[in-house]
């Protein structure tokens, strides 16, 4: 059993920067592919990023490519991942959930994650 457990977020500033990290409890982390993703009001929850098991791979999505990068701790006793948000627009406001992933590639589809945190809320401001 794997529990996910996030921080960070909060209210922000359009051209901010913000960091949010994902922490596992129970289970090794590092065994698991580990993705973002988030839901803006209204709209679904849609795919932001995500990293390999190992670290040697990531992906994310077009409309943040660029802007957002993903850098893992894993292996220590952090055992936690983070999502750095650089640059941010209004349109980046939403709840960002974590989620780990037995397929050690990771994926963009929600269905294939089998572990979610609770989401953290972001609100950017212009």
């Known amino acids: 059993q794997v529990r996910l457990i996030q921080s960070g977020g909060g209210l922000v500033q359009a051209g901010d920067s913000v960091r949010l990290s994902c922490s596992a409890s129970?289970?090794?982390?590092?065994?698991?592919?580990l993705g973002w993703f988030r839901q803006a009001p209204g709209k679904e929850r849609e795919f932001v990023a995500v990293v390999s098991w190992n670290g040697d791979s990531t992906e994310s999505a077009d409309s943040v490519k660029g802007r957002f990068t993903i850098s893992i701790s894993r292996g220590s006793a952090q055992n936690t991942d983070y999502l750095q948000v650089n640059n941010q627009t209004t349109e980046d406001t939403g709840v960002y959930y974590c989620?780990?992933?037995?397929?050690?590639?990771?994926?963009?589809?929600?269905?294939?994650?089998?572990?979610w945190g609770r989401g953290t809320q972001v609100t950017v401001s212009s």
């Open positions: 989620a780990a992933s037995f397929r050690k590639c990771g994926s963009r589809l929600l269905d294939t994650f089998d572990y």
């Open positions: 129970g289970s090794l982390f590092a065994n698991y592919a």
